[in-house]
């Protein structure tokens, strides 16, 4: 076993969509960023209320400053894995290795949480992103779902929970999303991930680009298919008014994918241009703005409670205190509120010279 996985569960969509992919990430490992950075301080500090304490905003770890979305997200899997704690007997299993040899033997990876206990087995996963993840039909909880059923072989299992943990999806239903199901609803799942790892290891697997496949793919910048799918000619259309609706559906769904093709490529070069003029280069043509800031308080949060209860407003959430805006709202004056508060620059853009 290497230091890497060479089948890790957290690309097996895409190695499913694209088998080739796995070859070519090989070849162009991902490198860190500041979105990865911040991705593992967040599960650095979410382990750690699970296993021993809860961080406090400011503190430092080994990667950087730990802020106060952090400590909240972490706040919320350690609440959502004691809930699941049926048993005191019974261990949480925390950011440990599994070997996921049923599925191949090139499979493992580190899984954020699991406990099993009254025939009842969870598997947590930490999403720290903005991006809806779903857990439903999520190929990393399968894929780790199969090599913990493989730890408890001999444990009877009538239910089997399948958790996403996201503190920053707020698009979603809840922040926290179960799939309840069982092994044997699991079954053609594994049967079916069994089949697209093996195809993976293939020597010349396809590369099948697709939307969903390259969006997180390390190797889209140097992938020839993909190159090969955008700089293809769009079939022609025919007069706007007497285009059929199967060619209509045909044309929308080409240009649809093409856009959403480069949008991908887009993305990481735009990344590789904001670092770099951070770093101070020169990009010709382009530079940063700031984005919209948000005003946040810089008073302690004891003073901005002291604040409220002067104008006879409750500003204490059960953990926080609200807002500066909400403050507002609530009937503190502006100009109260921009004393004790400050706005924080918005996120650098790249934007093009006209």
């Not at 993840?133 to 999520?138: L, Q, S």
């Not at 004891?302 to 409220?308: A, D, F, N, R, T």
Request: net charge neutral; glycine share 6%.
């Amino acid at each position: 076993m290497t230091d890497h996985s060479i089948l890790p569960p957290s690309s097996a969509f895409r190695r499913m969509l694209c088998p080739g992919s796995r070859a070519l990430e090989k070849l162009y490992p991902q490198s860190s960023n500041r979105h990865s950075i911040e991705g593992q301080i967040a599960h650095h500090v979410a382990a750690l209320a699970v296993t021993e304490r809860l961080m406090k905003p400011g503190e430092m770890t080994p990667l950087g400053v730990v802020d106060s979305d952090m400590v909240e997200g972490a706040k919320l899997y350690a609440h959502t894995i004691n809930l699941a704690k049926s048993h005191p007997g019974h261990s949480v299993h925390v950011e440990t290795k599994i070997d996921i040899k049923s599925i191949h033997d090139e499979c493992w990876g580190t899984c954020d949480a699991w406990y099993y206990s009254n025939k009842r087995l969870y598997v947590w996963d930490y999403k720290y992103g903005h991006k809806i993840v779903e857990p439903e039909g999520n190929w990393q909880l399968i894929a780790y779902a199969a090599g913990i059923l493989d730890i408890l072989f001999l444990e009877p299992i009538q239910e089997v929970n399948l958790v996403i943990v996201q503190p920053r999806g707020y698009t979603a239903n809840s922040l926290v999303r179960t799939w309840r199901t069982t092994v044997n609803e699991l079954q053609p799942y594994f049967d079916r991930l069994r089949l697209s790892e093996a195809e993976a290891m293939k020597e010349n697997a396809p590369l099948t680009p697709s939307a969903k496949a390259c969006e997180w793919c390390n190797a889209r910048m140097h992938c020839p298919a993909l190159q090969k799918k955008t700089s293809e000619p769009i079939q022609p259309l025919q007069e706007t008014l007497e285009i059929t609706n199967e060619k209509l559906s045909v044309n929308l769904k080409e240009i649809n994918e093409r856009i959403a093709l480069l949008t991908s490529l887009q993305t990481i070069l735009s990344a590789i241009a904001v670092e770099r003029i951070v770093a101070g280069q020169s990009i010709p043509g382009f530079f940063l703005e700031s984005g919209r800031g948000s005003q946040v308080w810089k008073s302690s949060p004891e003073e901005v409670i002291q604040i409220g209860q002067l104008f006879g407003c409750e500003l204490q959430k059960p953990i926080d205190v609200i807002t500066p805006k909400q403050a507002i709202k609530a009937g503190i004056p502006t100009e109260v509120v921009t004393k004790h508060s400050e706005l924080m620059p918005g996120a650098l853009k790249l934007k093009e010279f006209t």
